[in-house]
């Protein structure tokens, strides 16, 4: 199982979230900086195996960047949607520390 963390204080707006993500994770250059595009690229991630995606503070976003929580927590759940309706086991943990 793949293991990413993230600061939740470098996920301030959409760019920085886009570039920490590509970053962290190893997007792919050609990564299109949208949610789309994230779906896409944390499901071809997560395509063999298992990937937790931990952001460290990540509760204190609820207050800082509410609408990109809940962006980053839909996605995160629709790539495991497309999982399941494929008939695949779910392949993305989330954590958000305090």
């Not at 250059?29 to 779906?39: P, Q, R």
């Not at 952001?55 to 809940?70: C, Q, V, W, Y």
């Not at 759940?77 to 989330?94: D, Q, T, Y």
Request: proline residues 3%; aromatic residues 12%.
């Amino acid at each position: 199982m793949k293991t990413f963390t993230l600061k939740a204080e470098k996920l301030t707006n959409w760019k920085s979230f886009h570039i920490e993500f590509k970053n962290i994770l190893g997007f792919p250059d050609y990564y299109g900086e949208n949610m789309n595009a994230w779906i896409d690229c944390v499901d071809d991630l997560t395509e063999d195996e298992q990937a937790v995606i931990h952001i460290e503070k990540g509760k204190s976003m609820r207050e800082t960047a509410p609408e990109i929580l809940d962006a980053f927590l839909e996605c995160s759940a629709f790539v495991n949607f497309r999982k399941i309706e494929a008939g695949e086991n779910p392949s993305l943990l989330v954590s958000l520390g305090f």
